[in-house]
């Protein structure tokens, strides 16, 4: 997300006419608009808009009213963000039961470390029950249950909240609730998932027992983009780890865990630097971008890698890599 844009977000059922509607609008007070993406699924329609508002002919609280009364004429919901009027970039963590990816959220977050800049706060922790209600209230956060008590999600509440705490980024840090298109679609290319598994490999529930089942050697994980296909999002970083021989669930779960945590922060601060696009369904560094992160393995696995035999070229067979023609 370019921080100097304007987003504006329409949510509601698909009727003729309606980006025609919304973008007159915006041309007649003089936006530009930069980016235009827009789907349906489900018969939820979603339009994101990044716009340039540098020449508003008008005032933000006179744009923010005709677009509601527009939405309200359409029967849509339409949410106007400026960046920039604050710092800050909020997170919202939502959460279930593990405490290993939200308590490395609300750590760095405590140490001024979330965000390169400083600049981002997690202002409010959501779950879909009420375990962790007790580490919200240790690091001062205020914490909501949405949940039915069985896990199934109030979703208009959580949209509420979202809304309320106005939220610019959603950290799913082991939340074990499928989000609908109502939410996606609201916030698509803002909710960064972690799964325990080397996406696209063991997506769903129980990857960890998926990949003991499968009998892998290397298991992993992976922080992503959230679609409303499930785990197929735009993959950001993953982290790798061995299996032992006969390992256990609960040996593999341990061994992932820390890895974890530890690629959904690297995948919040990548998103908050601003230093990652998604193209064609495909995450990519921004060029130009210099960033601090691993993406995939470490820097002593990648020196570890055989670098022969390769086709087509000849080997040195005494250094074991491809021997220099020149």
């Known amino acids: 997300m370019t921080r100097e844009l304007t987003e504006i977000t329409v949510v509601g059922g698909d009727k003729t006419g309606l980006i025609a509607r919304v973008t007159s609008l915006l041309f007649e007070r003089s936006i530009n608009i930069e980016d235009l993406d827009q789907a349906v699924r ?5 339009m994101t808009m990044r716009v340039d508002a540098a020449d508003l002919d008008t005032s933000r609280g006179e744009l923010r009213r005709a677009l509601a009364e527009l939405g309200r004429e359409l029967d849509v919901d339409i949410q106007v963000r400026f960046p920039s009027d604050r710092s800050a970039r909020r997170i919202a963590l939502l959460v279930t039961k593990e405490t290993h990816a939200p308590e490395a959220l609300l750590d760095a977050e405590a140490a001024g470390e979330l965000a390169a800049d400083g600049e981002a706060e997690i202002p409010v922790v959501i779950g879909n029950r009420g375990d962790l209600r007790s580490l919200a209230e240790r690091y001062d956060k205020p914490f909501y249950d949405v949940g039915d008590g069985k896990g199934n999600t109030d979703e208009k509440r959580l949209l509420d909240l979202l809304a309320e705490y106005e939220v610019d980024l959603l950290a799913l840090a082991r939340y074990m609730r499928i989000l609908s298109p109502e939410v996606v ?12 598994s080397l996406l696209p490999a063991f997506p769903g529930a129980e990857a ?3 990949a003991k089942d499968a009998g892998v050697r290397i298991a992993g994980v992976t922080a992503h983009y959230v679609t409303t296909d499930l785990d197929q999002g735009p993959v950001i970083a993953q982290r ?6 006969g390992a256990s669930v609960e040996e593999i779960k341990r061994r992932g865990q820390p890895l974890e945590a530890e690629v959904l922060l690297e995948a919040v601060r990548l998103h908050l630097a601003d230093a990652i696009a998604v193209h064609r ?19 002593a696995a990648r020196e570890v890698n055989p670098e022969s035999p390769v086709d087509g070229e000849p080997l040195d067979r005494h250094r074991r890599t491809p021997a220099n023609t020149d």
Do not use: C
Not at 185 to 196: A, K, L, S, T
């Open 42 to 46: 489900d018969g939820v329609f979603r």
């Open 185 to 196: 679609f609201r916030y698509e290319g803002r909710i960064i998932n972690v799964h325990p």
């Open 208 to 210: 960890y027992r998926q």
């Open 240 to 245: 790798a780890f061995d299996v032992p021989d």
């Open 281 to 299: 369904g495909t995450v990519h560094l921004r060029e130009g971008v210099e960033v601090d992160a691993q993406l995939g393995l470490s820097k």
